[in-house]
């Protein structure tokens, strides 16, 4: 007879919510609370890990207020947004465009016949590299974390769309800006002022 026992296999199917073991826990909060909750994140239990990670690191530092995540949906227009990410942090991704925004900022594009398990597939995909420094595993880990509340986040929709990227050329050798002189063409005499011999 076989024996199957050994270490349990990992189920398969979707990661867990906040990238590592977590469990449903029941609480209930008044009204006003709530609602201040939603302000953080439309994800109850997201906005409760986001005050969580307010508090000082071990070290004692805290992050300055105006620091910018490494991972946020910046609004574009009207209930659209793009996924932007700290490219400081997150170099790479494995068939991802990060197209320069401002300052540090780079927003997520994706070939037109990719998705968003692309995406992720590209996440974990680098998480396994070996030239990733602890900043960037960190970013990629709430990269991760927050495709996945999103994909789950009934309010949200996703859409491909194809984008045209526009480069400016550098200018030319005439750092003025101005368009280079012409060039002193021969002069060319008028037919009337032509002699016949």
Do not use: C, Y
């Amino acid at each position: 007879m076989t024996d199957r026992s050994g270490p349990a296999r990992r189920p398969r199917g979707r990661p867990s919510k906040f990238g590592r073991p977590s469990r449903v826990v029941a609480v209930t909060l008044p009204h006003d609370a709530i609602e201040r909750l939603r302000r953080v994140h439309r994800d109850l239990g997201w906005a409760i890990m986001a005050l969580l990670d307010k508090d000082a690191p071990e070290d004692g530092r805290r992050p300055p207020r105006d620091a910018e995540p490494d991972v946020e949906l910046v609004t574009v227009a009207d209930r659209r947004a793009l996924i932007v990410v700290n490219r400081e942090h997150i170099r790479h991704l494995p068939g991802v465009n990060l197209i320069p925004m401002r300052g540090n900022r780079a927003f997520v594009a994706l070939d037109i016949d990719r998705g968003m398990s692309d995406l992720e597939l590209a996440v974990s995909d680098r998480l396994h590299e070996a030239a990733v420094d602890a900043n960037e595993v960190r970013a990629l880990e709430d990269l991760r974390s927050q495709l996945t509340a999103w994909r789950r986040d009934h309010d949200l929709k996703f859409h491909r769309r194809a984008i045209i990227v526009v480069e400016r050329r550098p200018k030319a050798a005439h750092g003025n800006g101005r368009r280079p002189p012409a060039r002193d063409l021969p002069h060319r005499k008028s037919p009337g002022s032509i002699t016949s011999k």
